[in-house]
């Protein structure tokens, strides 16, 4: 069986890495890259206004985004705050590490594992992690992430856990790459690292096996807008707003 980190190496420095801006459907210039971007960058104004409502200044936070990829959420979060130089991606892939600060030389990228522990320089006000967790396959790991960014936010922190949906994340196949979370395990890994949940909302839409962000190559936005609305099924992805206790 390939490690963790084999999985991670096969995928993000090797398959991934070898499709260009048409053939990779996560790229904006394709509908589902798009859509799911416009709907982060949705997600994340509606973070930052939940942020301005507490009276927090967000022109002075500093942010880490957790396995940040190729960086495009902390390009979002610089256009929000309009300081990249107070925002810091960490990820496990060289390549797309190396992407990221090409993208933005403002921005502190750097290549480190936050389950094994990396050693920040400072501590910050708001640490995020879309669609990381998900690759996290044992409890320890889940864990020792959860602990890490505990110990690096400041007192008042928060932290965004941004993941997909699955009906129980350990029920998934030997050696599967990803698998998402209910919001009762959300919780429950959240709470017991010291969390306590302040805001959560869901987007798109789990139903009949498939996930709402894969039908916008298929159908107009208007109607995926509209089965998210009146198919019953789960929540496609949660994102959870957690502080300090
Ligand atoms: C599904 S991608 C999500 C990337 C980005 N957050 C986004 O939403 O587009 C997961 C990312 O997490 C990174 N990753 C996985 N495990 C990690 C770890 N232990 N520490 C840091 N990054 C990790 C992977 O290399 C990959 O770039």
């Known amino acids: 069986m390939r490690s963790y980190q084999q999985v991670i190496k096969d995928r993000y420095d090797g398959r991934e890495k070898s499709l260009d801006i048409y053939n990779n459907i996560y790229s904006i210039i394709n509908p589902i890259g798009f859509n799911g971007h416009t709907n982060i960058e949705n997600a994340i104004y509606k973070i930052f206004r939940f942020l301005i409502e507490k009276n927090i200044d967000i022109r002075s936070i500093e942010i880490l985004d957790v396995g940040c990829g190729s960086g ?23 390549y797309r590490i190396q992407t990221a600060k090409e993208f933005n030389p403002n921005i502190e990228y750097i290549k480190g594992d936050i389950v094994e522990g990396y050693q920040f320089p400072r501590k910050f006000d708001l640490i995020t992690a879309f669609d990381i967790f998900m690759h996290l396959n044992t409890i320890e790991m889940i ?17 965004v856990w941004f993941d997909a949906y699955a009906k129980d994340h350990f029920k998934c196949a030997e050696e599967a790459e990803l698998n998402g979370f209910n919001s009762k395990q959300m919780d429950m890994f959240a709470e017991k690292a010291g969390f306590t949940k302040v805001y959560e ?45």
Do not use: C, Q
């Open 143 to 159: 864990e020792a992430a959860l602990v890490n960014i505990y110990k690096n936010l400041n007192p008042n922190g928060f932290f």
């Open 72 to 94: 495009w959420i902390t390009r979002i979060f610089a256009e929000f705050t309009g300081n990249p130089r107070n925002i810091m991606g960490i990820d496990l892939s060289e």
């Open 201 to 245: 909302f869901s987007l798109y839409k789990y139903f009949l096996g498939r996930h709402s962000l894969y039908l916008y190559n298929k159908l107009p936005i208007i109607l995926v807008k509209l089965i998210e609305k009146v198919i019953p099924g789960s929540p496609g992805n949660m994102l959870k707003l957690f502080k300090i206790n």
